[in-house]
Protein backbone atom coordinates (compact mmCIF):
# COMPACT_ATOMS: atom_id res chain seq x y z
CA UNK A 1 0.00 0.00 0.00
CA UNK A 2 2.84 2.36 0.37
CA UNK A 3 3.77 2.12 -3.35
CA UNK A 4 0.40 3.45 -4.65
CA UNK A 5 0.66 6.83 -6.20
CA UNK A 6 -1.57 9.26 -4.82
CA UNK A 7 -4.60 10.40 -6.44
CA UNK A 8 -5.10 12.97 -9.20
CA UNK A 9 -5.06 16.23 -7.52
CA UNK A 10 -8.31 17.61 -8.30
CA UNK A 11 -9.55 21.41 -7.55
CA UNK A 12 -11.21 21.61 -4.42
CA UNK A 13 -15.12 22.35 -4.79
CA UNK A 14 -16.65 25.29 -4.03
CA UNK A 15 -19.20 25.33 -1.26
CA UNK A 16 -19.76 28.90 0.08
CA UNK A 17 -22.25 31.06 -0.84
CA UNK A 18 -23.10 33.76 -3.65
CA UNK A 19 -22.93 37.26 -2.77
CA UNK A 20 -24.52 39.89 -4.33
CA UNK A 21 -22.52 42.97 -5.11
CA UNK A 22 -23.60 46.60 -5.90
CA UNK A 23 -20.63 48.16 -4.96
CA UNK A 24 -19.70 49.59 -8.04
CA UNK A 25 -18.67 53.13 -9.64
CA UNK A 26 -18.86 54.22 -13.37
CA UNK A 27 -17.97 56.73 -16.25
CA UNK A 28 -18.55 56.82 -20.27
CA UNK A 29 -17.26 58.37 -23.05
CA UNK A 30 -19.07 59.09 -26.64
CA UNK A 31 -18.38 54.99 -27.15
CA UNK A 32 -18.49 53.03 -23.89
CA UNK A 33 -19.78 52.44 -20.69
CA UNK A 34 -17.52 51.53 -17.72
CA UNK A 35 -18.01 50.16 -14.83
CA UNK A 36 -15.52 49.50 -11.94
CA UNK A 37 -16.08 46.45 -9.37
CA UNK A 38 -13.61 46.07 -6.52
CA UNK A 39 -13.66 42.78 -5.07
CA UNK A 40 -10.03 42.61 -2.88
CA UNK A 41 -8.10 39.65 -4.17
CA UNK A 42 -10.29 39.35 -7.55
CA UNK A 43 -6.97 38.99 -9.67
CA UNK A 44 -5.87 36.38 -7.89
CA UNK A 45 -8.34 33.54 -9.13
CA UNK A 46 -8.31 31.93 -12.02
CA UNK A 47 -9.41 34.21 -15.19
CA UNK A 48 -12.40 31.21 -16.49
CA UNK A 49 -13.60 32.34 -12.57
CA UNK A 50 -14.74 35.89 -13.89
CA UNK A 51 -17.49 35.68 -16.32
CA UNK A 52 -19.53 38.23 -17.87
CA UNK A 53 -22.74 37.58 -20.29
CA UNK A 54 -24.02 40.68 -21.43
CA UNK A 55 -27.34 41.05 -23.92
CA UNK A 56 -28.65 44.08 -25.58
CA UNK A 57 -29.41 46.03 -22.34
CA UNK A 58 -28.16 44.18 -19.62
CA UNK A 59 -24.95 42.46 -18.16
CA UNK A 60 -24.34 40.00 -15.59
CA UNK A 61 -20.68 39.46 -13.84
CA UNK A 62 -20.27 36.16 -12.07
CA UNK A 63 -16.72 35.98 -10.20
CA UNK A 64 -16.29 31.93 -8.65
CA UNK A 65 -14.40 30.79 -5.68
CA UNK A 66 -12.98 34.48 -4.61
CA UNK A 67 -11.94 33.51 -0.40
CA UNK A 68 -14.61 30.86 -0.56
CA UNK A 69 -17.68 33.01 -2.06
CA UNK A 70 -18.98 33.35 -5.30
CA UNK A 71 -19.64 37.37 -6.23
CA UNK A 72 -22.21 38.07 -8.45
CA UNK A 73 -23.65 41.59 -9.78
CA UNK A 74 -26.87 41.46 -11.91
CA UNK A 75 -27.40 45.33 -14.38
CA UNK A 76 -30.71 44.84 -15.94
CA UNK A 77 -32.59 47.68 -18.12
CA UNK A 78 -29.51 49.86 -19.16
CA UNK A 79 -30.93 53.14 -20.15
CA UNK A 80 -29.69 52.23 -23.76
CA UNK A 81 -28.49 49.37 -25.79
CA UNK A 82 -24.79 47.97 -26.00
CA UNK A 83 -22.91 46.02 -28.49
CA UNK A 84 -23.27 42.41 -27.16
CA UNK A 85 -20.00 41.33 -29.34
CA UNK A 86 -17.96 45.08 -28.71
CA UNK A 87 -18.01 44.55 -24.60
CA UNK A 88 -15.70 42.82 -22.60
CA UNK A 89 -14.07 42.56 -19.03
CA UNK A 90 -10.46 43.00 -17.84
CA UNK A 91 -9.47 42.04 -14.42
CA UNK A 92 -7.28 44.16 -12.61
CA UNK A 93 -5.64 44.39 -8.85
CA UNK A 94 -8.57 44.22 -6.58
CA UNK A 95 -11.22 45.24 -9.69
CA UNK A 96 -13.08 44.04 -12.76
CA UNK A 97 -13.50 46.32 -15.06
CA UNK A 98 -16.46 46.04 -17.39
CA UNK A 99 -16.71 47.97 -20.81
CA UNK A 100 -19.76 48.29 -21.99
CA UNK A 101 -19.73 49.43 -26.25
CA UNK A 102 -22.62 51.61 -27.19
CA UNK A 103 -24.17 50.90 -30.36
CA UNK A 104 -25.31 54.64 -30.80
CA UNK A 105 -22.39 56.66 -30.01
CA UNK A 106 -23.40 59.30 -27.77
CA UNK A 107 -22.75 60.62 -24.37
CA UNK A 108 -25.64 60.12 -21.86
CA UNK A 109 -26.27 61.17 -18.23
CA UNK A 110 -27.33 57.70 -16.72
CA UNK A 111 -26.37 53.75 -16.52
CA UNK A 112 -29.87 52.41 -16.26
CA UNK A 113 -33.15 53.17 -16.97
CA UNK A 114 -34.23 52.97 -13.13
CA UNK A 115 -31.52 55.43 -12.44
CA UNK A 116 -32.74 57.87 -14.75
CA UNK A 117 -36.38 57.29 -12.89
CA UNK A 118 -35.36 57.92 -9.35
CA UNK A 119 -33.10 61.04 -10.50
CA UNK A 120 -35.12 63.02 -12.98
CA UNK A 121 -38.35 63.03 -9.68
CA UNK A 122 -38.57 66.82 -9.83
CA UNK A 123 -41.64 67.10 -8.33
CA UNK A 124 -41.46 68.70 -4.47
CA UNK A 125 -43.56 67.71 -1.82
CA UNK A 126 -45.79 70.14 -0.67
CA UNK A 127 -44.76 71.09 3.11
CA UNK A 128 -47.36 71.09 5.60
CA UNK A 129 -46.52 71.83 9.18
CA UNK A 130 -50.03 70.20 10.97
CA UNK A 131 -48.40 66.68 9.46
CA UNK A 132 -46.35 64.05 10.82
CA UNK A 133 -42.88 64.17 8.68
CA UNK A 134 -43.16 60.08 8.95
CA UNK A 135 -46.86 60.35 7.32
CA UNK A 136 -45.43 62.72 4.56
CA UNK A 137 -42.26 60.71 3.60
CA UNK A 138 -44.51 57.76 3.80
CA UNK A 139 -47.38 59.59 0.96
CA UNK A 140 -44.04 60.63 -1.13
CA UNK A 141 -42.70 57.00 -1.76
CA UNK A 142 -46.70 55.92 -2.05
CA UNK A 143 -46.82 58.31 -4.82
CA UNK A 144 -43.60 56.70 -6.50
CA UNK A 145 -44.51 53.39 -5.52
CA UNK A 146 -47.94 53.87 -7.46
CA UNK A 147 -46.59 56.08 -10.49
CA UNK A 148 -43.47 53.74 -10.65
CA UNK A 149 -42.52 50.55 -12.84
CA UNK A 150 -41.68 47.17 -12.10
CA UNK A 151 -38.05 48.07 -11.14
CA UNK A 152 -38.55 50.86 -9.00
CA UNK A 153 -41.19 48.92 -7.26
CA UNK A 154 -39.04 46.08 -6.48
CA UNK A 155 -36.05 48.88 -5.30
CA UNK A 156 -38.81 50.39 -3.21
CA UNK A 157 -40.10 46.95 -1.75
CA UNK A 158 -35.91 45.91 -0.90
CA UNK A 159 -35.63 48.94 0.62
CA UNK A 160 -38.50 48.05 3.62
CA UNK A 161 -37.17 43.92 3.57
Not at 20 to 33: I, M, P, R
Amino acid sequence: LDNEKPAAVVDPVTTGHTVKTSNYGWDQSDKSVKIHITLTGVHQVPTENVQVHFTARSFDLLVKNLSGKSYSMIVNNLLKSISVEGSSKKVKTDTVLILCRKKVEKAGDYLAQVEKECCSYTEKPSYDTETDASEGLMNILKKIYGEGDNDMKQIINKVWV
